[in-house]
């Protein structure tokens, strides 16, 4: 009777305990590769501490996106992280936590000295962007076509030159503005760079998202996760407001 007990608690660990795979992309400063080789960034802090408390083990790996995504699309026990909700998107994925906003723009090289009034004026150029990213899909859903004036890329690696040399294939990148100041620390040629038009992303926030085919008790002990972590944070910020307050001898609420 005993050994059955042992067992069917053994069995009822395993059931509870959960092994992931979490994938991104090399995205600053929301996740980027640091001095010790390592994943770090807001959103990497936001991911681990969320799972700081739980019992689900995780891996965490940097890819290109594309890679990325096709991994979260093809795998069951897989989640992505930082993606745009979009649309065209919305059935593909779990959405489990909204992490944070972000800008982009339309990036042009300077020397050619263009000006778009609308995002319209963009679709006389070509753009290039990533596959299957947010700037992807966001033109796409514009009425931008990939045989007309979009140019699909799978790495921004060197886009700077090819901006350079082939005016005849190429106009426009889009790239996030943090992402594309990180990148200009190390890559000098994409000062030669300029944004030109911002897009409207205020209503296009940076998820964690899962597979859609996840067991629905693990999409929902994640959820809960990031509901507990954000709660916390509150709960910090609260607490640090008021003594804040008190030491100036001053009311106020937050």
């Not at 660990?13 to 090399?26: D, F, H, P």
């Not at 890679?67 to 909700?85: E, G, H, K, P």
Request: glycine share 0%; hydrophobic share 40%; charged share 25%.
């Amino acid at each position: 009777m005993k050994l059955y007990l042992f067992l069917l608690c053994f069995a009822c660990i395993r059931l509870n305990a959960a092994e992931i795979t979490i994938v991104t992309e090399v995205f600053p400063d929301f996740q980027y590769i640091d001095e010790n080789n390592q994943l770090a960034g807001r959103s990497v802090d936001k991911v681990r501490n969320a799972l700081a408390n739980t019992d689900i083990k995780y891996t965490m790996l940097a890819h290109s996106w594309a890679v990325s995504y096709n991994a979260v699309l093809r795998d069951t026990n897989t989640c992505i992280f930082s993606i745009v909700r979009l649309p065209k998107r919305e059935d593909k994925f779990s959405w489990v936590a909204e992490l944070e906003s972000f800008d982009s723009a339309i990036y042009a090289l300077k020397s050619r000295n263009i000006r778009l009034k609308t995002l319209n004026d963009a679709k006389k150029y070509k753009t290039a962007v990533l596959r299957d990213n947010f700037s992807h899909h966001y033109l796409l859903e514009r009425g931008f076509s990939e045989a007309k004036n979009l140019l699909i890329i799978d790495s921004l690696d060197k886009i700077d030159k090819l901006i350079s040399i082939r005016h005849d294939i190429l106009d426009f990148v889009i790239l996030s503005k943090k992402q594309f100041n990180y990148r200009a620390q190390f890559e000098p040629k994409l000062k030669l760079l300029e944004p030109i038009f911002t897009l409207n992303t205020q209503h296009s926030p940076l998820y964690f998202a899962c597979n859609k085919n996840m067991p629905q008790s693990l999409q929902d002990r994640l959820s809960l996760a990031f509901d507990e972590a954000k709660k916390k944070k509150t709960t910090l910020i609260q607490l640090l407001t008021n003594l804040a307050c008190k030491s100036i001898n001053i009311n106020c609420r937050v």
